[in-house]
């Protein structure tokens, strides 16, 4: 049905020679009949009888004529004429008294918020594709609906136990007096239902360090993490005392992406190939005498050229071998952290084009719209867990009752 009635627009629209979008285009001729109707069937409901019904008389209340209101739709300003009743009661729902803006004006501005634009990179698309002209206040103020919203998100009580938490943070343009470069920490779980969700966002100080990780760790065990059984992480240099600090029995697991990309720092371009396809060797290894062997073989062969990679994995070997315990089914899931990886390329995405924010707020509001945001047809951070049943029994093999399957 909804095919056929979009099928029929078009052809409505060809046949006249008008356009579906903007004040005087197709759209906004059904968006007012629809507005229009709806405004309409609520004062009915409002009386208790319909227009001119004779059942009206000597009710005490009656319509009272109409006032001209003009509101911002999705496919541009559409003119309507809103019921008065005689008692001047009529509360209308569909278009509520005040308000020059129907929800779903609202969300398409959020959205494009949300997708990197500016604020007047918006108003200029407003203005391009539905003819209608919105303030950069406007804008704002729309946008700033969803603090409340971020707040309630990031206070919002967690899981006891997640059998896997991934962490990782992002660096954004932050203006605080001069523009910085600050660290967003980001924190994505899996629970034991297999569901990955954020667990939170925070704006650090300075530069990436493990101090600061400690109080993010922390606000999580005070928002009801109990216990972690896998952290999966980047090679931040005490990083890992944290995790153990918070959740001394967690397991600490140096994401093996981030290892290899830091080792190719050392090496020449020409070399990564060979480089990564002998490390491979390394971590797809079936168990840790085997990795050692395997690592021995591959400092003989690049050991010499370079050394700086030897020292990273020598340093970082205890951090990287815990994976090497599991099954494929649960490596695959704790030996990158790249589920946080596909979500910072999102935020990315979204911060590049603003060059700073002018507060954290600002910069944690566009980043919350990423993660509200799903994108259709693609992988997102948030979901369940490919494969998650036959991970789950390998993990209460492993940690026993330290699981709650409830």
């Known amino acids: 049905m909804d095919v056929q009635l979009a099928r029929d627009l078009i052809e409505r629209a060809q046949a006249e020679g008008v356009s579906l979008v903007g004040p005087d285009g197709l759209l906004a001729g059904?968006?007012?009949t629809v507005l229009q109707t709806a405004l309409e069937a609520e004062m009915t409901e409002h009386l208790?009888?319909?227009?001119?019904?004779?059942?009206g008389r000597g009710a005490g209340n009656h319509r009272n004529g109409s006032s001209a209101k003009t509101v911002r739709t999705e496919?541009?300003?559409v003119p309507i004429e809103v019921p008065r009743d005689r008692r001047g009661e009529f509360e209308p729902q569909i278009v509520p008294k005040h308000a020059r803006r129907i929800q779903g004006f609202d969300e398409a501005i959020i959205s494009l918020y949300a997708k990197g634009l500016t604020t007047g990179e918006i108003q200029a698309h407003l203005a391009e594709i539905y003819q209608t002209e919105v303030s950069r206040d406007l804008i704002s103020r729309v946008t700033d609906q969803v603090v409340d919203e971020l707040k309630v998100w990031q206070n919002r009580p967690l899981d006891r136990v997640y059998p896997v938490v991934l962490i990782d943070a992002i660096h954004v343009k932050i203006r605080e007096g001069q523009v910085t470069n600050r660290p967003v920490y980001v924190v994505v779980g899996i629970n034991c239902q297999g569901e990955r969700d954020v667990l939170g966002l925070w704006v650090g100080t300075g530069g990436e360090g493990a101090k600061q990780w400690m109080s993010v760790l922390t606000e999580l065990k005070n928002r009801g993490v109990a216990d972690v059984l896998i952290a999966?992480?980047?090679?931040?240099?005490?990083?890992?005392?944290?995790i153990n600090?918070?959740?001394?029995?967690?397991?600490v697991q140096e994401c093996v992406v981030h290892l290899v990309r830091a080792?190719?720092?050392?090496a020449s371009r020409a070399h990564w190939g060979a480089i990564t396809k002998s490390l491979r060797t390394v971590y797809t290894a079936p168990t840790v005498e085997a990795a050692e062997e395997r690592f021995d073989e591959f400092e003989q062969v690049w050991g010499a050229k370079y050394p700086a990679i030897i020292r990273l994995w020598r340093s970082s070997w205890e951090q990287f071998t815990p994976f090497l315990a599991f099954p494929p089914e649960i490596r695959k899931i704790i030996y990158t952290t790249n589920a946080v990886e596909s979500l910072n390329a999102r935020f990315?995405?979204?911060?590049?084009?603003?060059g700073h924010f002018p507060s954290e707020q600002a910069a944690l509001k566009v980043l919350y719209l990423v993660i509200r945001s799903p994108q259709r047809n693609?992988?997102?951070v948030t979901g369940r867990t490919h494969g998650w049943k036959q991970a789950l029994n390998t993990l209460v093999m492993f940690y026993g009752d330290r699981i709650s399957l409830n």
Do not use: F
């Open 30 to 32: 059904v968006t007012r």
């Open 48 to 55: 208790g009888y319909d227009k001119g019904d004779p059942a």
């Open 75 to 77: 496919v541009g300003p």
């Open 232 to 242: 999966c992480c980047d090679g931040l240099k005490g990083l890992p005392e944290a």
């Open 245 to 251: 600090e918070v959740w001394p029995l967690a397991t």
């Open 263 to 266: 080792s190719l720092r050392y």
């Open 348 to 354: 990315r995405q979204a911060t590049r084009r603003r």
């Open 378 to 380: 693609r992988t997102n």
